[in-house]
C-alpha cells in the first residue's frame, strides 16, 4: 500500500471502530492491531486518537457533502430530497438498531468527554440542518426553513435512539411514516413549489 | 458513615460520573478516588465496574418509578402527566446540553460496548413507555396508546440529543411548546377524557 492508501485504511479502520464501540473505548493500540501496521509505520501517519478523530470528523464530512449534493442533484423535487434523508432510518436500520445514528452518538461522547472536537462533531449535524433549510426554502418555507430542518433532524435522532433500545424495526417504518405525512402537510404534493428548483 | 450510607455514596457518585464523562469512560479507580474510600473498604461494596452499574440503573429504576407515581398522583390529568414529562427536558436543560438524556445515552453507549447491561438500561425507557402509554389509555386512547407513547419518547430523545449538539435553549422551548400543540390535538382540552382518572 502507498503511504495515502495506508492512511486511508487508518482512517476507515478508525471511524468503524468510533462508531461501533465508542470512541472512548476503542484503544489507539486496537486501531493499530486492525490495521495490521507496525507502531513505527502507523506513528508516522497518527501521534495520537485525537488526530486520528480529527481525520475521521473530516472524512465523514466529505462524504456526507457528497451524498446530500448527489441527491439534491437526483431527487426530483426538495420533497423527495428531504424524503431521502429521512430514508436512511430504513436503509441503515440495521446499523442503527446495534450501534444508534452515527452523528449523534459521536456528538453525545464527545460532549460528555467536553472533548476539543465536539464542536466539530457537531459541525456533521450542520451540514444536514443547512442542507433541510434549503430544501424547506426550496419549498416555499424561507421563514421557518431552520426550524422544520431542526425537527427532521430531530425526529431522525429520536428514532434513532429508541431504535437502538428497542429494536423494534416497526416502531421506525412507523414513524418515517409519520414524518413523511407530517412533510406532506407542510408542502403539499401539486402545490406550485412541488418541483424540482435548481439550488 | 454507616455501610449502607457508604454503599449508597458510590452509586449516587457513579451515576453522576457515568452521566457526565460516560460509563466507559469512567475508571473503577476514579470512583473510588472521588468518594474518598481507601481500596479495602470499596472493593467491600464493589468488586467491578459492572457491578456498579447494575446498582446504578437499579437505583434510577426506583427513583424513575417513584417520580413518575408522584406526576400520576398530583397531576390534575393525564394530560398533565405527560405534559409534566415532556418538561423536564426544560427543567434539566443545562445539563442536557452539557450531557445528553441520562437514559438515552446509556442506552447508546451500552449497544455500542455490547454490554450485559444493555437491556437493563433499556427498562429504564420502558418504565416511561408503560406510564406514557397509561396516561393515552386514561385519555381514551387505548386502540394506538403504545404508538403514542413511543411518538412523545421519540421526539424528547430528539431534542435531547440536538439540545446537546448546538446548545440552543431556543430550540428546546419551540420543539417543546410543538409537542404540546400535538398533544392537545390528540386528546381535546374539554373533552369528556381530560379530567382526573384514577389509574
Known amino acids: 500500500m502507498s503511504a495515502s492508501e495506508t492512511r486511508q485504511r487508518i482512517v476507515d479502520v478508525a471511524d468503524q471502530l468510533f462508531?461501533?464501540?465508542?470512541f472512548e473505548a476503542t484503544s489507539f493500540?486496537?486501531?493499530?492491531?486492525?490495521?495490521?501496521?507496525?507502531?513505527?509505520?502507523?506513528?508516522?501517519?497518527?501521534?495520537t486518537k485525537d488526530q486520528i478523530l480529527d481525520a475521521v470528523i473530516a472524512q465523514r464530512m466529505e462524504q456526507t457533502r457528497a451524498m446530500l449534493a448527489a441527491w439534491e442533484q437526483d431527487a426530483a423535487s426538495p420533497t423527495d430530497c428531504i424524503r431521502n434523508f429521512v430514508h436512511i432510518l430504513i436503509t441503515n436500520?440495521?446499523?442503527?438498531?446495534?450501534y444508534g445514528c452515527p452523528v449523534g452518538t459521536l456528538c453525545d461522547e464527545l460532549a460528555k468527554l467536553d472533548h476539543l472536537a465536539k464542536d466539530d462533531a457537531t459541525g456533521l449535524f450542520s451540514l444536514f440542518r443547512d442542507w433541510l433549510r434549503r430544501q424547506f426554502t426550496r419549498l416555499g418555507r424561507e421563514a421557518d426553513a431552520d426550524a422544520l430542518a431542526l425537527h427532521v433532524l430531530m425526529r431522525s435522532q429520536g428514532v434513532a435512539t429508541l431504535a437502538t433500545a428497542f429494536r423494534d424495526e416497526v416502531f421506525i417504518r412507523r414513524e418515517i411514516a409519520s414524518i413523511e405525512a407530517w412533510l406532506l402537510a407542510q408542502c403539499p404534493v401539486g402545490s406550485p413549489v412541488h418541483v424540482y428548483q435548481p439550488a
Chains 1, 2 share one sequence.
Open 93 to 98: 436500520r440495521a446499523e442503527i438498531m446495534a
Open 19 to 22: 462508531y461501533e464501540r465508542g
Open 29 to 47: 493500540a486496537r486501531i493499530a492491531t486492525d490495521v495490521g501496521l507496525s507502531r513505527g509505520n502507523f506513528y508516522y501517519h497518527f501521534k
